[in-house]
């Protein structure tokens, strides 16, 4: 628990500090574009979105607990999932340009911006190098790094607010982000120690028998994650795009809070698994009630101050974000507690059951979404959604038998005292490592 706290202690602080230079900048880019232009791009990041499992190839699930179990090979795994994801997000690219410029025959900008957008792709196939920096409880060095590298691109798109330059030009500026992002944390990986990468045939066949299961299904989370705002900007129009992809923000604000647990916790329930069934259920009954009611706070205090929120961060022009944020807001529980099902998955060899059940919440996404919008616009895209991660994460895991275990984990972690055990746990810890 020591390791734990101390590795989520290191993301969460310098998370907080990038998420204060992200709400400062995001505040400033949106009232500068206006909602359809920043609605623009939250088109192109979400085709983005729908490629980045088919760049992944599936190794961001399995990575971690690659580099646990075969610890005297990382430089073949990390290399081999590297080589992979570069020649697969260059083919990537081309899809996003290919749908853009099918979809949006007669819009010249919305196909250049979501091509500038999509060159994040070959710097996020070489971030897959963190993995080893989680497996080693080493996450303040990567963590130190993003920081470091959104405050340089904070001070780049400072300087295009300054001087007004287009759409074009906030496009390519993530893409700079995990630039820096990955040629540091390469750098600091061999610095450390880090096994020399190499590319290996055999590994590849090895790891991507293993991963292949999550590509489907990781795609199939992201149609129903992203089918509203491309289904909003095919029926309605950018402005509403814009209203919702600010409402989607809010809701997420501390995201990184839980990405950080979860990121954490997941090395030693790995560990766990290898100890004993007892220890490995008990570490994952305490993340699940971690994970609970901190999402559970933090949608009461949205959903209560939800215009206010939008109004600090977006200001008037997205005033019709705040009855979609009060929706969207609950979504996020459901959502985690999905990533955190995903650790017992993996531990249990069960990814074959994953492509059923995210097909079937995109199915019921798409439904839904074409069934709402039309009436209810933005807020029946927000609709979609909660039901959506509320069938996926919870309700189909009662339909898979072999997914039923989990979801018992998930309700004991409805008790109060797993959340008590894990804070006694860990403060006790960090005090004394203090003193």
């Known amino acids: ?155 780049y798109k400072i300087y295009l607010l300054a001087t007004k330059k287009s759409i074009y030009w906030f496009s390519l500026s993530n893409a700079l982000d995990a630039c820096l992002i990955a040629v540091a944390a390469l750098v600091i990986y061999y610095r450390i120690g880090g096994q020399k990468l190499s590319f290996s045939i055999e590994t590849s066949r090895q790891m991507f028998e293993k991963s292949r299961h999550y590509i489907v299904s990781s795609m199939m989370v992201t149609v129903f994650a992203q089918t509203d705002k491309i289904m909003l900007k095919l029926m309605l129009d950018d402005a509403s795009v814009g209203y919702y992809g600010a409402a989607v923000s809010c809701a997420g604000i501390t995201s990184f809070v839980f ?14 698994r290898q100890q004993s069934g007892e220890v490995f259920e008990h570490r994952l009954t305490m993340l699940y009630s971690i994970v609970i009611y901190l999402s559970l706070a933090q949608s009461v205090v949205v959903a209560v101050f939800a215009k206010l929120i939008v109004f600090i961060i977006y200001g008037e022009a997205y005033a019709p974000a705040g009855a979609a944020l009060r929706i969207i807001v609950w979504y996020t529980t459901f959502s985690y507690l999905g990533s955190v099902r995903n650790i017992w998955v993996l531990a249990n060899n069960q990814q074959r059951h994953l492509w059923k059940i995210n097909l079937s919440g995109a199915l019921a996404n798409v439904l839904l979404n074409a069934l709402l919008i039309p009436v209810l616009g933005i807020n029946g895209a927000a609709l979609a959604s909660l039901a959506t991660q ?28 797993y959340l008590a055990e894990t804070v006694s746990k860990v403060l006790p810890n960090r005090k004394r490592g203090a003193s």
């Open 1 to 155: 628990m020591n390791k734990v706290a101390k590795n989520a202690a290191w993301i969460i602080g310098c998370k907080m500090a990038q998420s204060l230079l992200a709400f400062i900048i995001g505040m400033l880019t949106a009232r500068y574009l206006g909602p359809s232009n920043y609605g623009l791009i939250t088109y192109a990041a979400s085709l983005v979105a729908f490629v980045v499992p088919i760049m992944q190839l599936g190794f961001s699930n399995i990575l971690v607990r690659e580099l646990i179990d075969h610890p005297e090979k990382e430089g073949e795994s990390l290399g081999s999932a590297m080589g992979l994801s570069l020649a697969s997000s260059v083919l990537c690219i081309i899809g996003v340009v290919a749908f853009a410029a099918i979809a949006n025959p007669n819009e010249p900008t919305t196909i250049w911006v979501c091509f500038l957008y999509s060159l994040i792709l070959i710097f996020q196939a070489i971030e897959h190098v963190n993995y080893w920096f989680q497996a080693k409880f080493l996450s303040k060095y990567t963590s130190i790094v993003s920081v470091c590298a959104y405050a340089i691109v904070s001070a």
């Open 259 to 272: 990405a950080a647990i979860i990121d954490s916790f997941r090395p030693s329930i790995f560990e766990g």
């Open 390 to 417: 509320f069938f996926t994460n919870v309700v189909t895991g009662y339909f898979i038998k072999s997914i039923r275990p989990n979801n018992a984990i998930m309700v004991r972690g409805c008790n109060p005292k």
